[in-house]
């Protein structure tokens, strides 16, 4: 059974940084994609980076470009999200998520979801 278990959410103010990281478990496949949503209040669940696990490289939403970081380690099995230059628009509940195969950036192709972490971002 594959377990998403996420952490490093907080408080901080506007330009600062936090590091979340997602532990996953219990994968069997070999490909796949992680990525970290967000949701905000009343709204549907917005993909904010996401990440192969064949490539060093993300794929990033356009607000964050240039401000936060997806990366995995060599195992593959941790995802992180390096968020710098937050902003007060950056703060939401902050979900990790895998899906097998290619990375999309529709929540309806991931399969697997962890609790989710709040960051809230002051001014």
């Known amino acids: 059974q594959v377990r998403l278990d996420e952490s490093g959410g907080g408080s901080v103010q506007a330009g600062g940084s936090l590091r979340l990281s997602c532990v996953a478990s219990?994968?069997?496949?070999?490909?796949?994609?992680m990525a970290w949503f967000r949701q905000y209040p009343g709204k549907e669940r917005e993909r904010v980076a996401n990440?192969?696990?064949?490539?060093?490289?993300?794929n990033y939403l356009d607000s964050v470009k240039g401000r936060f970081s997806i990366s995995r380690d060599n195992a593959k099995t941790t995802v992180f999200l390096q968020m710098n230059s937050m902003k007060t628009e950056d703060t939401a509940t902050y979900y990790c998520a895998l899906k097998s195969g290619d990375c999309s950036s529709s929540s309806r192709t991931y399969i697997y979801w962890g609790q989710g972490t709040q960051v809230a971002v002051s001014s």
């Open positions: 219990g994968v069997t496949g070999s490909n796949d994609c």
């Open positions: 990440i192969y696990s064949g490539s060093d490289n993300g």
